[in-house]
Every structure is written in C-alpha cells, then in structure tokens.
C-alpha cells in the first residue's frame, strides 16, 4: 500500500539546518498495523505527516495505492487524503464550537456525502466506539478517553484504508488508553491499514510491527506477529 | 510595567496602527464636526447680557392663512416704546442699507461693499465690541462716522492708521472714528464696516418716508430689565405699533438674540442664519464617526484579551494580584489612547485650513478652548476606559487553571457585545451610504430637472438704484434704451432685455393691492411681481400659453399685464382669462397674456403666483446674451461700454448659470460632507473588520487546521471565516435601511421638488458595504487558507 524510497526532508530556519527524514525506505502492506517509535526529534512526526499527505518529500519517491505522490500538488493531495486516510491526534484536535455529532460529521461533509447517508454513517460509527449517548455533547464536556473515542469515529467515518495515529492515549490515562487501542485494533482486524507513532512500549505491542528511527532513518524493525 | 505595556504594544503592531490611525481619523473629524457645531449653537452670546436683548419681530397678516413675518420696524417704534414701556432698558436699531451693494472711492479705486449697516448711537452700548483703535463716543457724535473692522481697515489702509482716514461714497465724505476687532465666527452681524444712522436722517426726503408707520426698514434690538415678562412687554409693544400704524391684526414678537441663528418662517433675512436641522444632522453624524472609530478600539482590544489569557493566567500563579493586573492593562489603553491624541491634535492642524476655505468660516482650534478640550478628553477617556476596564475586567475574572487546561476561554458573552457593536458600525456606515446616494440624487434632481428657461451665455449686471433716482419715468426710459443701445454695440453681443431682477431667485412679492373680476374681498395673496422688457422672453426662451407679451413701445402696455399659469389657477380668474379686469397699487388695467410657468425661484420651492408688467422704472437688472465664442474679449468690451456709461459703478457681473448654480451651494456643500462622511466612516468600520477577522483567523487557526486535514478546501474555509461577519453585516444592512429610509424622507421634504426613495438605493448601500466587508475579510481568510496545517496542529 506505502512504498517509500530513499525519502528526504530537510528543514531550514536563518542559521540551521536540520535533517528530519535521511534518505527513508519503507514499504506497509495492506491491512498492517506498524508501530513507529524513536526519540524525540527522530523524524517520526515528518514521515506521519508526509504519509498523510500533509507535508512534501524535498527528495525521494513516495507511491500510495500504487500511484507516485512526490510531486502532487496541494489540491490533488487533499483529494487523495479525504478519500483514504484518517488521523487521530494526541491532542485530539476536536472543534470546540461543534457536537459530537458535527465533529464526526466533518469528513463526511467534505467528501460530499448527502445529509440522510451522513447521518446513518455517524451514527453507525458512534454505535462502533460507544459514544452515541454523548453525540449532541460539545468535546469540553467530554472525558479525555471519550474525545479520542470522537476522534477515531472521525477518523473512520469515512472508511479510510489508512489510519495515521499520533500518539493516540498521549494524553490518556492507562485504562482509557487501552479502551483506544482495542479500538484501533479492531478497525485493523476488519481491514483498515494502521501507521501509529508512540513512545509506549505498551501501545506498541497492540502491532504487527515496530519500526525503530533515529536521526532520520530506520534503526530496526521488530516483527511481533 | 511601563516597559511591558510598550513592549505588549509593540508586539501587535497590526492591532496598535489599525486602533491608532481609525481612533485618531475618527476623532479628528468628529471634533472638526463639533467645532463647527459648537459655534452655531453658541451664536451671540458673547454680547453682555445677551439673555436680555431680544429682536422685534412683526407679524403682518396679508390675507387670511398668509402673515407676512418681517424682521424690520418702522423707523419710530423703538424711540416709543422706549418711553412707553418701563421693562425695556435700552433700544438701538440698524439698517442695512439698501439692496445693493453700496460703493466706496478710495484713492482713485472703486470699491463694493456689501456688509455694511448704519447703526443708531446705541448700537455699541448694547454689543460687544473689542475697540482697537479711535473712540466710539466720537463716532456716535459724528453723522458721517464710520467704524471698520480690522481686517477692512486693513485692506484700505493696510499698515497705515486708519483713524480719520476719509471714505467716499456716493457724494459724501465719510471718517474713519473706530478700528474694531473682526467679527467673531458666532457672530449673526457679519457687518464689516458700520455707518451712523444719523447721517441717513440727514436726507429730508428719506427721514419723512421712514418715519411713517407703514415703512418697516430698521431693525429693533431691545435689552430689558433683568427678570422680565417677554410675554407682557409683547403685548405692550403690539399695543403701540396696532395704535400708531392703525391695523389690529398687526402682532409684535420678540426673539431673543442667541435664537436668531435657528429663527425660521421669515419673510428675509439680514443676519447670518442656520437650518437647525443641518446641526442636528451634523452633530449625530459627528457622534456616530466617532463611535464607529471608538467600537473597533473597543472590539480588538476586547477580542486580544481573551488571546492574552494565558499571559495573564501565568501572571496570577505567579502571585500578580488583580489590582496589578488591572493597573497593566489599563496603562496599555491609556498608552494608545495618548498617541491616538498626539497624532488627533496633528491631523486637526493639518486639516483645519482646508475645513475652514470649505465652510467658509475662520475657526481656530487650540487646546486651551474649553469645547475642545473636553471633546478631546472625554473621548479619551471613554476610550480609554472601555479599552481598559472592560477588557481588564474580563480577564481578571479568568480562573487560571481553567485557561491553562485550555478549556472555557470567556469568549460567549464577550462575543456577544462585540458582534453588536460591529452590527452598529455596519448599520451606520450602510445609513450614511444610503444618505448619500439619495442626497446625491436628489441634487441631480434639482439641478437638471427643466428650470423651463434657458440661462447659457446670459450675463447679468445690476445699475444701481440711485442712478436713476430723482428722475421721471420718461426720463428712465430714454436712459435704458441709451443703455441698450450702447451695450448692442458691442461685437458678439445677441441681445440685451432688462428687468426688475433676475430670472434665476426673483424674491420681490407683493401683497394686499391686487384686484381682479371675482376676487373675494379677504383674498390678498402674495404675488410676486416682475417688470420686464419686450425681449424677455425672447432671451429666457419662454412660452406663452395664451394671448402676448408686453411691448415696450405700446403705451397701452404700461397697464397691461401678463400672469403665470399659477397665477391664472391659485387667483382664480374667470374665463376667459385674456381681457380679464386686472388692477395692481392702484392701477386699472387688463391681463394679456399666459406665460407658461417657469421656475423663478430655486426648487426648494413650489411655482407661485407671478405678475409681469411692464413699467420700465422698475428695471435695474440687465442681462446680455452672448455668442458662443471669445468670451473674455466680449466682457473687456462690454466693460469699456460699461464705463462710458456707469464712471462711479464698477463693471461687476455674473453669468446666469453660475447664479444657479449658488442656489444650491449649500445643498452641495451639504451633499459633498456627506459623501466624504460616508468614505471615512466605511474606511474605519472595514479596518476594525479587518482586525476582527485576522483575529478569528489567528484565534480559529487550529480548527482551520484540523478541517483542511479533514479534507476542507480554502474556499471552505473562507466561507467559515467570512459567513460570520457577512450575517453582522446583513444585520447592519437590516437595520440601516428603514432607519435611513425614514430619515432622508424628512429631508426630501424640505424640498418641492423631490426624488421619490427607491429600494435599489439600499440595495446598492448594502451591496457596496458587503463588497468592501468581504474585501476586507477575506485578505484575512485567505491567508488563513494558504498555511500549511500540520504547523499549527502540533501539540506543545
């Protein structure tokens, strides 16, 4: 599904220079659930980032489903990243100003899905990550595991092939950190592809794989299953 | 602290320029607004005792439903009344002299004056006066004294003395007695050189005719005892003139001194006089500018406070008491509100020039008036205040932990207000371009609907009366025909007619010695009443309706009259109307004519009834036509003719446009404040959106983010940014358009001819106000659309 290859990413300011991604290579098949893990500052955040299409490769071939995307243009990689992949955020990153339900709602908006199959499609996802009960509740109202669970629904709402999960329970708490990862687990379990970035140990056993980085590149990997 | 809150400024320079340059641009006009305004309401009162001295005012009852209110007296009234009426503790009484120009020699030179008055010994007793040089007491003694203002003596004598310095006029000799000071600006008497009545009383022939009771040409002041009933000296004085003049109709009133400048329902008038509708008018406007430039300094700094919220959250945990806290934000609005002073007090001296060639009138401005002053610092300190308190009181009020967790930023309420005021500034910016473009049209109106005669190429220059003065009707006649002719003579020039005054604002009316076939007996309308030549209609292009015009060599004609279409309807003369019994002072003649109606007065008023006849004494006014061509060679020509003709009168004319064109100078004064107005207020509402919107751009940046993650397009989220602001102003828009409707109908009536309001007026407001708010907006939203999202969604 991901094939990366010799990926480059370097970030300037006036005086320095700095490396993020050192000539990458990778591959994710369909339907794997890959951990990556690394320092802080290892380039883990630039690869999430560029797998989800929101930033460029200054170097190197990126092919998704089979089509080079180094090189897309803004608009073609918005089109790309509604129609396949879904994010989850450490911070969440709900909008304060809307519902449960509208939060959820969002992608399927932009897409251009019409209002009844949205309706039916949230609700169906809310049903999945047990969140129904609070779907009229703004994100403040919430608890911090209940807002992860609104932002998984958001990000499968639209059946994504691909989740990019940042850090995910970083800001949760043990057992409502596990209640997330048996939902990524399960969403990979029906098919859905799984890139996630963590610094816990713990989270990282829920995948098939873990991919070590520092300074830019691959370190290892761990095949788990 | 004082380094924090220059730094804080510094740091928004974006909100600092926009607060900074709309709250000074707002308040300079609105203080060159309340300069202006403040002197009309304060006219006069600088006099001693100003609240004593009132004008008489006489109530002439014409016919039935029409008086006749006249500013003028009878020459002997006050000397009566003085003696007679034991509330009044002095009289005085002026004139203006005559209707035209009087014309003084002066080394050689001929020069007009127009503001001249004779006044009576008390004049100086009961104004104000700042004397600068030469007596008064000699001037009272002096039948041919003359006081001048200081800048007319200036432009007599320039450096040298002035004081008994000879004039000449006419065939007099006249003396320079007094130097006062100009005229200050809230002064009705714009009179700049003063001559002694008693030297008009020197005329035997002219004594006599004023001193009947039935001449109303000097104007009374009187200045009663402390605490009197106006009321009852009213009544008393009404006593004396119905006694003397004979008439029991007849009604005196009294007006005080400082309500002349409003006074309204005169018949003319003398003094310097203002349509308080105009000041209201211009006060609100001058409230609602500043307001609008006081909303957006109140509406970013409110809207930075919440932005501000983690500095002071950190600030309070870190031991800051609220009093600290309220001290810094308050020195941060003060700071602003001191600069927006220092560059207010700069802009009013650059544009004080300007506003004074427009509005014709000599303001200083200088920090020491107490007007001023207060204007300047009661803004500031409202700004300063609301700037200050409110926001200071919003984020004093935060819980700390709360705004640290990131959660319940105090945003609710806080928007709330904010959204009214920006509602506010729309709804006046929408009114004043509503105003606007309906002041606009109306004026086009007026200016191009069919004044029914042609004026193009036509020139005009007034004789003086007293060139013919003491001649026989004979005598005159001759005279115009000599005029006539020499004037033909000149290359270029079409043809010549003389009238009794001009075509463009022909004010003579005349009332009571009208009679015709079925006129009931208190039937005395006003009519007005022109002489005119054979030629005159000829020149102006006019048509007859029925019969003919005069001609001037038909002696028959002298007592022939021709009427207007008005005249014909609102007299109601019998059919057939050619033939008709016509009587005028005493003379029996016939009507021979309909012209058909013609606008002889400006369009603020309706067509009235209008008599032409054909005495030729009458005429003063002569008019030219010229060839389109050289049209400087033709007037040095005609002023050569003109000083064979005239050596005493200096060759002063007008062309008849122009004269049209004045009619409505004030009107498009009126027109153009708007506009201008409308432009400043529009500019200082779409930067306080401006601000506003990168605000909500800089303060939704991280939803912006996480919806382009989510797939949203920029057009998107523009829209987000933008759908809030437009909803405000559609309020504004909502609201403006009745308001404005219901305000500019007002105006329109103030004229006889008047446009009928239309809603693409306000379709077209409300266009232009939504074009330049999304404009303004959406520079913002489209910023907010370009950036890259992942920059602003990671987490800290």
């Known amino acids: ?213 520092l300074d830019g590149q691959t370190v290892t990997e761990n095949i788990l299953v | ?313 950190i600030r309070k945990i870190n031991g800051a008491s609220n009093k600290n806290l309220f001290l810094q934000l308050m020195l941060e609005s003060g700071l602003v509100s001191f600069a927006a002073l220092v560059i207010t007090v700069l802009l009013m001296n650059l544009s004080l020039p300007y506003f004074n060639q427009f509005t014709e009138n000599n303001f200083t401005i200088s920090l020491s008036d107490w007007p001023v002053t207060a204007l300047v610092l009661g803004t500031l300190t409202l700004t300063t205040l609301l700037n200050g308190v409110y926001p200071a009181m919003i984020l004093t009020s935060f819980k700390p932990l709360q705004v640290l967790r990131g959660s319940s930023l105090p945003t609710i309420k806080d928007s709330v207000f904010r959204k009214a005021l920006v509602v506010t500034q729309f709804t006046i910016s929408v009114s004043l371009i509503a105003a606007t473009i309906i002041a606009y049209l109306q004026m086009q109106h007026i200016q191009h609907t069919d004044s029914k005669y042609q004026k193009d190429q036509i020139l005009k220059v007034t004789v003086p009366w007293y060139v013919t003065k003491g001649k026989t009707n004979e005598e005159i006649s001759s005279f115009t025909q000599t005029i006539q002719q020499t004037l033909m003579q000149v290359p270029g020039v079409k043809r010549t007619s003389q009238a009794s005054g001009s075509i463009i604002d022909h004010q003579s009316t005349s009332s009571g010695s009208f009679d015709w076939n079925g006129r009931a007996k208190d039937f005395n309308p006003s009519i007005s009443v022109l002489s005119a030549d054979e030629i005159f209609p000829q020149m102006f292009g006019l048509e007859m309706k029925e019969g003919r015009w005069l001609k001037d060599r038909n002696q028959a004609d002298q007592h022939s009259y021709v009427l207007n279409e008005t005249a014909i309807k609102e007299l109601g003369i019998h059919k057939p109307y050619i033939g008709q019994r016509f009587s005028w002072g005493g003379d029996t003649g016939a009507i021979i004519g309909i012209v058909k109606d013609f606008h002889f007065r400006s369009m603020h008023e309706k067509i009235t009834p209008l008599m032409v006849h054909g005495q030729s004494n009458w005429r003063s006014t002569i008019f030219m036509q010229l060839t389109p061509g050289n049209i400087p060679d033709q007037l040095s020509s005609i002023e050569n003719k003109w000083k064979v003709l005239f050596p005493k009168i200096p060759f002063d004319y007008s062309f008849l446009d122009q004269d049209f064109n004045k009619l409505y100078k004030s009107d498009q004064q009126m027109a153009t404040l708007m506009f201008f107005f409308a432009i400043i207020t529009i500019i200082v509402a779409a930067l306080g959106l401006f601000g506003l919107a990168a605000f909500t751009a800089e303060r939704k940046i991280k939803e912006i983010g996480i919806r382009k993650v989510l797939g949203a397009s920029s057009t998107h989220i523009v829209q987000l940014i933008s759908k809030e602001f437009i909803l405000l102003v559609g309020v504004g828009i909502l609201i403006a358009t009745p308001l404005s409707w219901w305000a500019m109908s007002e105006w329109l009536n103030n004229y006889a001819y008047r446009i009928n309001i239309q809603i693409w007026i306000f379709l077209l407001a409300g266009f232009s106000a939504t074009a330049i708010a999304l404009l303004t907006i959406s520079i913002q939203a489209i910023k907010a659309a370009m950036e890259n999202p992942v920059k602003n969604l990671r987490s800290e």
């Open chain 1, 1 to 213: 599904m991901i094939k990366i290859t010799n990926l480059e990413k370097v970030y300037r300011t006036d005086e320095v220079e700095t490396i993020a991604l050192n000539k990458l290579s990778m591959e994710i098949k369909k339907g794997e659930f890959v951990a990556v893990m690394g320092p802080s500052g290892c380039g883990k955040s630039t690869l999430l980032n560029i797998l989800g299409l929101l930033d460029d490769p200054d170097a190197g071939s990126f092919i998704f489903n089979g089509q080079e995307i180094a090189g897309f243009n803004e608009r073609q990689r918005a089109d790309v990243r509604k129609r396949n992949i879904g994010f989850v955020f450490q911070s969440f990153n709900l909008i304060d100003e809307l519902t449960v339900f509208e939060n959820v709602e969002l992608p399927l908006i932009y897409t251009g899905v019409k209002a009844a199959e949205r309706k039916q499609k949230v609700e169906e996802v809310l049903e999945k990550v047990q969140i129904m009960h609070r779907r009229n509740h703004y994100p403040q109202q919430l608890s911090g595991g209940q807002q992860q669970r609104v932002a998984v629904a958001r990000a499968v709402v639209n059946n994504p092939k691909l989740i990019l999960a940042d850090e995910p329970t970083g800001n949760l708490d043990s057992s409502n950190g596990n209640e997330v990862m048996e939902l990524l687990t399960n969403l990979n379990e029906q098919g859905t592809t799984i890139v996630m970035v963590t610094h816990s140990e713990h989270d990282a056993r829920y995948s098939h794989r873990i991919i070590r980085m």
């Open chain 2, 1 to 313: 602290m004082f380094k924090i809150a220059y730094r804080n400024l510094i740091k928004q320079k974006r909100t600092l320029l926009i607060n900074l340059s709309g709250l000074s641009v707002g308040m300079t006009v609105s203080l060159l607004i309340m300069v202006w305004v403040i002197n009309e309401l304060n006219y006069d009162n600088y006099h001693t005792k100003s609240d004593q001295i009132y004008r008489v005012t006489n109530h002439i009852e014409v016919s039935p439903g029409e008086t006749w209110v006249w500013e003028s007296s009878p020459l002997p009234y006050t000397s009566l009344m003085s003696k007679q009426v034991p509330e009044i503790n002095k009289v005085t009484k002026m004139m203006t002299g005559t209707w035209v120009p009087l014309i003084f020699e002066h080394k050689g030179s001929l020069l007009k004056e127009a503001n001249i008055a004779y006044v009576d010994s008390n004049w100086f007793s009961m104004f104000s006066y700042t004397l600068l040089s030469g007596s008064l007491s000699v001037f009272s003694e002096n039948p041919y004294g003359l006081v001048l203002t200081e800048s007319k003596a200036k432009k007599y004598f320039g450096a040298e003395e002035a004081i008994g310095k000879i004039l000449k006029m006419d065939s007099l000799y006249y003396t320079v007695n007094a130097v006062v000071a100009d005229n200050p600006s809230n002064s009705s008497f714009k009179f700049d050189i003063l001559s002694n009545m008693a030297g008009l009383m020197k005329n035997e022939a002219r004594k006599k005719n004023d001193e009947s009771w039935g001449n109303f040409n000097y104007i009374s002041f009187i200045r009663l005892h402390e605490n009197s009933n106006q009321k009852l000296v009213e009544k008393k004085i009404t006593e004396i003139l119905r006694k003397n003049k004979d008439d029991n109709t007849i009604r005196s009133t009294l007006v005080g001194l400082k309500d002349m400048h409003f006074e309204t329902g005169l018949q003319y008038y003398t003094f310097s006089h203002t349509n308080q509708q105009i000041v209201t008018v211009f006060l609100v406007i001058a409230v609602l500018i500043l307001l609008t430039a006081s909303i957006n300094y109140v509406n970013l700094s409110t809207a930075r406070a919440s932005i501000r919220a983690k500095e002071i959250s």
